[in-house]
């Protein structure tokens, strides 16, 4: 028995089979074609092959994919993706790999069910401590999660549960590309923190050689902060409060114990996390919130291939 497991990303396809331990026999990564449904096809056709596909065949197809998507529909629209607006991914796969079992969601749902089935802070720990629900969050050019509750995805009604990085912590804020007013991802998003950063003067904070041939990003902001420059510190700062808002409000609704993050911000570590834990800590209210346990993802990318086919093997894991 094994699944494919597919990740859809703006700019990336990956896939693996993966085997209900967790042994991952194949992996395959593909930039996106301009056309992106042939750059599916063919990622498709070169993993699923007969003879990697273990001794009793494929069973099952998981997916994750870049948002906003219709899990109802099977539809996808990823914003990287302007070709594909409501594609039928679910039906596409199906398409390609006849009469398999095709699961759908996000792809920060995914990498919550991914962490909490193979990553060290998930079912391993649960297995031998406390940890029973988990919030997976994704900080990168946007906001996303997703939570698993005794080691099955909360995905809702509709497919949608888990958008933390919509929950709006400053009624004042800006406005979301989402319409609603001061969401998280309005101000700790990559883009958000970098353009907060440089609308309070890092550019003129910096020497200006040091700019020469680099990237404002919010890794140029991570090294920044590292270095000690006191606005890269306070955009981390104020990311790491909005934050910390939101995940406490999830945590107080779920009772969730144990907060994975991910994504290209989460990648600059404790610059990221110290401030966080910090702004967690100095925020909890009940006491149940304060056992609450916050680290940076364990399996990096590969959550979401977890996540995408623990969606098939459902609670077969082992
Ligand atoms: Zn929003």
Redesign the pocket.
């Known amino acids: 028995m094994t699944v494919l497991a597919i990740d859809i990303g703006g700019t990336k396809f990956a896939a693996a089979m993966v085997e209900p331990t967790g042994l991952i026999t194949a992996r395959l990564e593909l930039p996106v074609g301009q056309d992106a449904t042939a750059t599916l096809a063919e990622l498709v056709a070169r993993i699923a092959v007969p003879g990697l596909t273990g001794e009793s065949g494929l069973t099952g197809v998981g997916i994750g994919s870049a948002g906003p998507l219709n899990v109802l529909a099977g539809t996808v629209s990823p914003v990287n993706i302007p070709s594909w607006r409501e594609f039928p991914l679910a039906k596409a796969v199906s398409e390609l790999l006849p009469e398999l079992p095709v699961r759908l969601a996000g792809d920060a749902q995914c990498m919550a069910l991914g962490e909490w089935w193979q990553g060290s802070y998930g079912k391993r720990a649960a297995d031998a401590g406390p940890y029973k629900t988990l919030l997976g969050i994704v900080v990168s050019t946007g906001i996303g999660g997703g939570v698993v509750v005794d080691g099955a995805p909360y995905l809702g009604p509709t497919g949608n549960a888990g ?1 933390i ?2 929950i ?1 912590v400053d009624r004042d804020g800006d406005t ?6 001061g ?4 101000i700790a998003s990559g883009p958000s923190m970098v353009r907060w950063a440089l609308a309070n003067g890092w550019r003129r904070a910096v020497e200006p050689s040091f700019w020469a041939g680099r990237a404002v990003d919010a890794r140029a902001l991570a090294a920044d902060a590292k270095r000690g420059i006191p606005v890269a510190r306070l955009a981390f700062q104020r990311a790491s409060d909005a934050l910390g808002t939101a995940i406490l409000t999830a945590a107080a609704l779920f009772d969730v114990d144990n907060v994975v993050i991910g994504g290209g911000v989460a990648a600059s570590g404790p610059t990221l996390m110290v401030p966080l834990r910090q702004a967690i800590a100095r925020q909890a209210g009940m006491d149940f919130l304060h056992r609450l346990r916050v680290d940076a993802t364990s399996l990096g990318r590969d959550a979401g291939l977890f996540g995408a086919a623990a969606l098939v093997l459902g609670d077969q894991p082992s």
């Open positions: 958008h990085g919509h709006s979301c590309p989402c319409g609603a007013t969401c998280v991802e309005t």
